[in-house]
Nanobody
Framework: QVQLVESGGGSVQAGGSLRLSCAVL????????MAWFRQAPGKEREGVAV????????YYGDSVKGRFTISQDAAKNTVYLQMNSLKPEDTAMYYC????????????????????WGQGTQVTVSS
């Protein structure tokens, strides 16, 4: 079981920035990637970004490409999501996830591919 703890959420005006953190407090062999998902009220959970921790390969959801950046600090067992040019439609609960997922542009987008989730951190963007 992987224990994940998110932080860094908050309220910001449109055009602003936030950086989310996901700390891995307990790790078990087998996970090869960490991802960020988000879920707005009444909507399905959607993939935001993923980083494959061994290769450093990253993929992004179409709605955040060019605005969000996922990165990792292996020494701190932490993954970050830098969010710039935030829009009101980015408002959601953001979740960190980890598991072994085949490295490809699309496999990580399926929430069912991840068995380890954090509790989430709320991001609210006002216009």
């Amino acid at each position: 079981q992987v224990q994940l703890v998110e932080s860094g959420g908050g309220s910001v005006q449109a055009g602003g920035s936030l950086r989310l953190s996901c700390a891995v407090l307990r790790y078990t062999y087998g996970s090869n990637c960490m991802a960020w998902f988000r879920q707005a009220p009444g909507k399905e959970r959607e993939g935001v970004a993923v980083i494959y921790t061994g290769s450093g390969t990253t993929y992004y959801g179409d709605s955040v490409k060019g605005r969000f950046t996922i990165s990792q600090d292996a020494a701190k067992n932490t993954v970050y999501l830098q969010m710039n040019s935030l829009k009101p439609e980015d408002t959601a609960m953001y979740y960190c996830a980890a598991d072994f997922v085949i490295e490809s542009p699309g496999m990580w987008l399926h929430t069912g591919a991840f068995g380890n989730w954090g509790q989430g951190t709320q991001v609210t963007v006002s216009s």
